[in-house]
């Protein structure tokens, strides 16, 4: 994740400030002082940074603050509702046309990954909306532009309109939108050039295209791992095109990620979506709160839910409950967990999502190697069906048999065994309303300790708002 160096730097400043008791206006200071740095290491703009400190030491400072017993916990709200309050206070959804199509123009410099995230964004419009776009391959000055763009279109089953590199990008747009109102197509994404800089030519023809399309969204692809630059990119073509919203990719990636801390602050304007990956399936709504919360270290459980909602069937969710709380999981439902959980995202990524984990030690250094789960899965293939079955029946023999049919050794197969035993008994523990021993004492210095209980309140209370405002927005549509 692009924000871990913040969010260590920060979690720091947090467990210093713990342990100090009762603070001080010079506790404050000192740990704005860390904050200030913190932010500056991310590459996260000057003048945000100095905006954002200002604002959490004043209402730090408060009487109400200062003399309270949990005044630790008040400052770490004001922290989380501050920084939330930067990355955008809410989620910003797709402009849309109140006719077909909607019709979203796609810009930015070259090597943002802007190509991949029109297929990634029509991707996840048509799987969670039922959508039927169509993509415009506009671009037809980088090689291989408009060949990558249809490579995208047959992978996901989208249609491309293309016209090839000889004719005028305006003129693609053109034609391209008629073919679009004559299909009924929902949703129309439209690829445009991209530049190595910004330059007078890049922006004209953007304007044109814009000045034709009429476009409900002008998104910009910045890439995170650019920093500051990425901030006076997006200022450059806000300035010029106006744009309606942001797209930052590559949050994935070894990066400071000040960039998404600065955009919403110094144009004005919201980002929207979030490349969490290089799979077409790797996108998320940005939601400013739960990035927040990723940040500081308290987790993200609503994005880790909607991320299992999307992987798992209901039903084949509600038998395995069962089966977990009657203990006849076995290694069958024990692959497809594998398989779900792996199609969720990196496992390491997943944790840090629930509150408390990145408190626990050594969780930075978690690394689960895909080829381990494919290793894992190669054992369990070549176990009988009746061994996958009951494995009660798996007696030194069978592994040895288990261990030579899938190319590892014997202990490597005891391992695995044992450590879906022990799965077996916690996912019972759960399901049976029970904490698995020692997991109390893992998360967050206890679930039952002050950073543990404040994550879940934290969590709660986002849940709580989240569902008013759906209510509300539900009345409005009446």
């Known amino acids: ?67 309270s017993l949990t005044s630790t916990q008040q400052i770490v709200k004001i922290v989380d509702e501050e920084l939330t309050e930067t990355l955008g206070s809410e989620a910003v959804p797709l402009n849309k046309s109140p006719k077909i199509p909607t019709i979203v123009m796609m810009s930015g410099l070259q090597g943002a990954g802007k190509t991949t995230f029109v297929g990634k964004l029509a991707g996840f419009l048509k799987k969670n909306e039922k959508a039927r776009p169509l993509l415009i391959a506009g671009d037809v ?49 439209i690829d445009t050039a991209g530049r190595l800089h910004i330059d007078d030519v890049l922006m004209n023809e953007l304007q044109e295209i814009k000045s034709l399309a009429q476009p409900d969204e002008i998104l910009l692809v910045v890439d995170a791992m650019t920093g500051q630059d990425a901030v006076n990119v997006a200022q450059s073509f806000n300035e010029q095109l106006d744009i309606t919203g942001v797209v930052v990719t590559k949050l994935d990636g070894d990066t400071r990620g000040g960039a998404a801390l600065s955009i919403r602050a110094v144009t004005g304007k919201p980002i929207k979506f979030i490349g969490t990956g290089e799979k077409l399936t790797d996108i998320e709504v940005f939601h400013p709160d739960r990035m927040s919360s990723r940040i500081l270290g308290m987790g993200d459980m609503l994005t880790l839910i909607e991320k299992a909602q999307q992987e ?19 290694f069958n439902d024990f692959i497809e967990q ?5 199609g969720m995202g990196p496992l390491e990524d997943l944790l840090k999502m629930i509150p408390g984990m990145s408190n626990v030690p050594g969780i930075d250094q978690i690394q689960v190697d895909p080829k381990d789960v494919e290793r894992k899965k190669a054992m369990v293939y070549s176990m009988t069906p009746a061994e996958r079955e009951n494995p009660d029946l798996l007696n030194p ?21 044992k450590q879906f035993k022990e799965s077996r008994k916690m996912m019972q523990q759960m399901t049976n309303g029970k904490m698995p021993a020692g997991m109390d004492q893992m998360l967050g210095g206890g679930m039952k300790g002050k950073m543990g ?26």
């Not at 934290?458 to 009345?475: D, G, P, T």
């Open 1 to 67: 994740m692009a924000f871990e160096s913040l969010t260590d730097r920060l979690q720091a400043t947090m467990k210093n400030l713990k342990r100090k008791g009762k603070i001080t206006e010079a506790d404050i200071k000192e740990m704005m002082r860390e904050i200030r740095l913190a932010l500056l290491e991310a590459d996260v703009n000057f003048k945000v940074v100095k905006d954002f400190t200002k604002r959490v030491s004043d209402r730090a400072l408060g009487e109400e603050v200062l003399e």
């Open 397 to 417: 023999s069978r592994r040895r048999r288990i261990a030579a049919g899938s190319g590892n050794s014997v202990v490597e197969v005891n391992r695995m065994i």
């Open 453 to 478: 209980k404040m994550a879940l309140n934290q969590m709660a209370r986002k849940q709580r708002n989240a569902k008013k405002k759906a209510l509300r927005q539900k009345k409005k549509r009446k």
């Open 312 to 330: 798992y069937d209901a039903e084949k969710a509600e038998e395995l409950a069962k089966k977990m709380k009657e203990n006849t999981f076995d």
């Open 338 to 342: 594998l398989d779900q959980v792996m």
């Open 141 to 189: 000055y980088r090689p291989a532009a408009i060949d990558q763009l249809k490579v995208i279109g047959q992978q996901l089953d989208i249609p491309v309109f293309e016209m090839g590199t000889d004719v005028s990008p305006v003129e693609i747009v053109r034609q391209g939108l008629a073919q679009a109102r004559e299909n009924k197509n929902d949703y129309v994404f």
